[in-house]
């Protein structure tokens, strides 16, 4: 446990192991409720941990070049069958 002090505005600063224990950055959410009478600070994630892979800087680069060759016409189909489309993946140059 540590002791903070609740300042002006009612605002405490977070300890700086606690900051780094759960990795919290400037911005980021905090639960705040009673639980059998103690106040209880959580701190929440907005996206779902299933899904944070889609917001790194090298998913949504990928993201924003599929963007630009779907822009572009880079694309192959719509296809009849499947046979169609395996066919077109194996002749298709990377």
Known sequence: ME????????????????????????????????????????PVKLVHPDQEYFFTKEWQGKEAEADQDLAAGKVAGPFENIKDSLKALKTTKV
């Open 3 to 42: 002791l903070v002090r609740v300042k002006r505005n009612y605002q405490i600063t977070i300890p700086q192991s606690l900051r780094k224990f759960f990795r919290l950055a400037v911005g980021d959410y905090l639960e705040v409720g009673i639980q059998d009478e103690t106040l209880v600070i959580k």
